[in-house]
């Protein structure tokens, strides 16, 4: 099957800012992740028990807005994010859904290219079968409108990826 999509990792220039001060204008302190499991936005996957993270705050639409010259309005939100402390080397974009980033209950927000909200689909897949989550995509995608998603786990609201047109 064709993927129409690729996830992206947050660009490591715009890691190299939050590192230094975070999207809400605060320096962050790293802090060594006990346990592991935090869902990592730098390399697309979970961190591991001992590594150096840090949470910051992101702007994702901000962030792309930038990138694309248009404006974010009223669509402009700030949240947390863990990111490698230092600079990891990883994966920064690929086809498809990054399985190891999901969860049982995602929200895909979908916006324009304009930065315009175009509504959002709940998604309830269990995470043996995360694969199922490109379909999902695809069927948001199949809409022209669509320039961008957004995947949010449903319990906390965090931004996880975003998903571009490939």
């Known amino acids: 099957m064709t993927t129409t999509h690729e996830a ?5 220039a715009v890691l190299k800012q939050l590192r ?5 204008g605060i320096a962050r302190d ?6 592991g499991g935090a869902p990592l936005r730098c390399c697309l996957r979970r961190s591991q028990a001992g590594e150096r993270i840090v949470l910051v705050s992101y702007a994702p639409l901000r962030r792309w807005a930038e990138e694309t010259g248009t404006e974010p309005g009223a ?3 700030c949240g947390p994010v863990f990111i490698h402390a230092e600079e990891c080397g990883g994966q920064t974009s690929g086809p498809g859904y990054p399985a190891e980033m999901h969860g049982a209950r995602r929200v895909l927000r979908a916006y324009s290219s304009q930065g315009h909200i175009l509504g959002g689909t709940l998604i309830e897949i269990p995470k043996e079968r995360a694969t199922e989550m490109d379909g999902a995509l ?3 995608f199949a809409d022209p409108a669509v320039a961008l998603v957004h995947v949010r786990a449903v319990e906390f609201g965090c931004f996880l990826v975003e998903v571009r047109r490939r």
């Open 75 to 77: 669509y402009d939100e």
């Open 20 to 24: 230094e001060k975070d999207d809400a």
């Open 138 to 140: 695809r069927d948001v």
């Open 30 to 35: 790293p802090a060594v992740d006990p346990e």
């Open 8 to 12: 992206r990792a947050i660009a490591p």
